[in-house]
């Protein structure tokens, strides 16, 4: 989509100016018609402004924003309160600029007769393909306050995941870090020392060579002495780049996925997420109504990984044929089997989305279970590679103090 600035005129002569994403310029003439204005001019793209420039938000508007938006929506709306009451409450309570900007552009869409479905369809960041069906299912059911609450939870249940998940990886990332730091530190301050102190026996010759290797490598680091260190830097930064460059291609993505599903722990714990999340968002879309070939398009677009994502898409032709849902998982095999077999059931028994909704569950504890022992799971990782470091760093310090001895005498 496109975004187009335009002028218009509404019923009451009032002059009216701002921007709107559309597909084409005839697509943004009808939006506006449709709100009752007089339209005057349409430009592709928007207007740089002051108002823009300070509302411009470059991390977008974040899951935590998202969730106390819904939550606080969701409350209102179950209360009692009307749509329009309820966005221009929260739009007047809102710090985040960027946010604020979507839900008065919401608000003012809604008060102009635009649909909500519609309203939050020409917004960006706020609501994605999922959440907005499921309005939309929402509105055209009659149980739209039901199915707002019910991405309140879903939207809650997200960032409770993603914080356990960040929250367990915090413990290896200190550790490892703090590790890296004093081993430089000691490279580039004691293990120098030991040089100095071989040297003023004139006995450099009999440095051992772990020892002649830090030093080599501190000297190599140390930007006074060579540009190795500044060299490393640029050739790390250039290997990341060079990496999420590869893996913003179709190959890149499918190749670098593949190896996320390998990786011992966290591949399991990948595919246990994608999995629950096929299993919830599916469930949800057909308890709303929408048809199955559709809640799978929209759960393909949802996969955060692409061999899911390719395993969900490749599941549509077959059942467009007449498959059921369970024949298509069984022969992919990126699904677990008691999955497949339990969505199997659900098709017999006619309750597809019951299942799926306690699959979701199962691998909700699941995924829990995993993220409250990460740390443990990772320890022994973590000894391991420690307990190397310091051995090394050890060795390479307190091996020639006891050689020198022996050349002193």
């Known amino acids: 989509m496109k975004v187009w600035s335009y002028e218009a005129v509404a019923r009451n002569g009032k002059q009216i100016k701002g921007d709107i994403e559309a597909i084409s310029k005839q697509e943004v003439i009808a939006l506006l018609q449709d709100q009752g204005l007089t339209v005057i001019h349409v430009a592709e793209g928007a207007r740089i402004t002051l108002k823009r420039l300070i509302n411009f938000n470059i991390g977008g508007i974040g899951l935590n924003d998202r969730v106390i938006f819904m939550k606080q929506f969701s409350t209102m709306v179950t209360a009692g309160l009307p749509i329009t009451e309820a966005l221009e409450t929260l ?163 499918k190749v670098t996925d593949k190896l996320l599903l390998k990786v011992p722990i966290f591949g399991g714990l990948t595919s246990k997420l994608n999995t629950e999340e096929f299993c919830r968002i599916l469930a949800m879309l057909l308890v709303s109504g929408v048809s199955i070939i559709d809640s799978l398009k929209i759960v393909a677009g949802a996969m955060s990984n692409v061999i899911y994502r390719d395993a969900v898409m490749n599941m549509i032709p077959q059942i467009e044929k007449g498959f059921p849902v369970a024949a298509p998982m069984i022969k992919d095999n990126v699904f677990p089997n008691i999955l497949a077999r339990m969505v199997g059931t659900g098709e017999q028994t006619g309750k597809l989305d019951k299942v799926l909704l306690d699959m979701a569950k199962y691998y909700e504890e699941e995924i829990e279970n995993v993220t409250a022992n990460l740390t443990k799971l990772m320890e022994p990782i973590i000894l391991i590679i420690v307990g190397i470091f310091v051995g090394i760093m050890a060795v390479a310090i307190y091996l020639p103090i006891y050689q020198l001895a022996t050349v002193v005498k």
């Open 91 to 253: 739009a007047t309570q809102i710090k985040n600029p960027g946010m604020k900007t979507v839900v008065e552009t919401v608000l003012k869409d809604v008060k102009s007769g635009v649909s909500l479905t519609n309203a939050f369809k020409k917004t960006k960041g706020l609501f994605d393909d999922i959440q907005i069906n499921l309005i939309e299912a929402g509105e055209k059911s009659g149980n739209l306050i039901e199915m707002i609450a019910k991405i309140s939870k879903d939207l809650d249940q997200r960032k409770n995941f993603v914080s356990k998940v960040r929250g367990a990886m915090i413990y290896p990332i200190i550790i490892f870090t703090a590790v890296f730091l004093i081993m430089i530190l000691l490279m580039m301050t004691m293990v120098p020392a030991v040089e100095t102190l071989f040297k003023g026996f004139k006995a450099e010759d009999k440095i051992p060579w772990i020892t002649v290797a830090m030093i080599n490598t501190a000297n190599f680091l140390n930007p006074a002495k060579s540009v190795g260190g500044i060299l490393i830097v640029i050739v790390v930064v250039a290997i990341i780049f060079a990496m999420k460059a590869y893996r913003k291609t179709p190959s890149g993505r």
